[in-house]
């Protein structure tokens, strides 16, 4: 199987190796090498607050002297960088009553991919699923999760396209509570007539399966296209505004040279990073593991 590594080569390329030939063989911390590394971590996007917060960090360390060469900032960076995600990342499923997670962003983000990689990750693990087809404004999305749960020998709660969303969620919930399901999977639009609809939407939705039981939905994740840049921090802003996100998960970090940008999700949005996509076959999904990460883009 291809590693993490590999996987991740372009995103590595620009920060790792760039890194390594940027500090190799310089001795002093000084204001150009410092703007050279701004530079860099801008470029590997990061970002621009996250970057700034680094350079100031370093130029704090390296003035009191605790940051004493040009090569023990690799180091340091990698430190610095790795503080920025939440460490306790990882989804708790506790399986009492059915537990609900319920999936949104936007349209091609991959969170339909998502949900079937979860689905089988978790039916591999002994537990009972069921999934909500719940982006009823396309027609392709329905059918999509009804041929791939019948493939994979999962339930599928769908209705018509233009069906209420909260109520297609709904409906499978209490089918999900009444057959004992472990874990219901509930798939949202990713697009609506305007961004306000959607947002209201979802908003709903969270509120009509709340009604239902105070716990539910037990994550809230939002899905991130890897290669989107920085563009996407005010788009999961806006989500998090809406529905009050407990997660993200980001998809196709295999084809994209903008991994950095995982350091500013994790740092602008201050949530847990669930599960990362690096490819599109159904095992191609990784519990997210900051320092594994890390090492995969540094090492
Ligand atoms: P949705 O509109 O959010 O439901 O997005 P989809 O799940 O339909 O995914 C959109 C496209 O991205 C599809 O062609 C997927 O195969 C692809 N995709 C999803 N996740 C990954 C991933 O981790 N890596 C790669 N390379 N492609 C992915």
Redesign the pocket.
């Known amino acids: 199987p291809t590693s993490l590594k590999q996987r991740l080569d372009k995103s590595r390329q620009k920060l790792g190796y760039s890194l390594s030939s940027l500090l190799l063989g310089k001795k002093e911390i000084n204001e150009n090498l410092l703007e050279e590394l701004e530079t860099l971590l801008i470029t590997a996007d990061v970002g621009i607050n996250t970057t700034d917060k680094i350079i100031k960090s370093t130029r704090k360390n390296a003035s009191r002297k605790t940051l004493k060469n040009a090569e023990s900032l690799y180091q340091f960076l990698k430190d610095e960088l790795a503080k920025l995600f939440i460490e306790n990342n990882q989804l708790n499923i506790s399986i009492n009553e059915t537990f609900v997670i319920l999936v949104v962003?936007?349209?091609?983000?991959?969170?339909?991919?998502?949900?079937?990689?979860l689905a089988k990750s978790f039916q591999n693990q002994g537990k009972s699923v069921m999934l909500a087809a719940g982006?009823t404004f396309?027609a392709a999305?329905i059918e999509?999760l009804k041929i791939w749960g019948q493939r994979n020998n999962i339930p599928v709660v769908a209705k018509t396209l233009g069906a209420d969303t909260a109520s297609v969620i709904f409906d499978a919930y209490q089918s999900a509570q009444a057959k004992n399901i472990d874990i219901l999977l509930a798939?949202t639009a990713?697009r609506l007539h305007t961004q306000d609809n959607l947002m209201q939407e979802l908003a709903k939705i969270k509120r009509v399966i709340t009604k239902q039981n105070i716990n539910a939905p037990h994550e809230t994740m939002l899905?991130i296209?890897?290669g989107s840049g920085q563009n996407i921090i005010n788009q999961a802003k806006e989500f998090n505004k809406a529905v009050n996100l407990s997660g993200i998960s980001i998809?196709?970090?295999?084809?994209t040279a903008k991994g950095g940008g995982l350091f500013s999700i994790a740092d602008e949005l201050n949530l847990p990073i669930r599960y990362?996509?690096?490819?599109?076959g159904i095992d191609?999904?990784k519990i997210f593991q900051p320092k594994e990460f890390i090492n995969a883009l540094f090492d």
């Open positions: 962003g936007v349209n091609g983000a991959g969170k339909t991919t998502l949900i079937g990689k982006d396309r999305a999509q798939d990713g899905v296209d890897g998809t196709k970090l295999d084809g990362i996509g690096i490819g599109e191609d999904l």
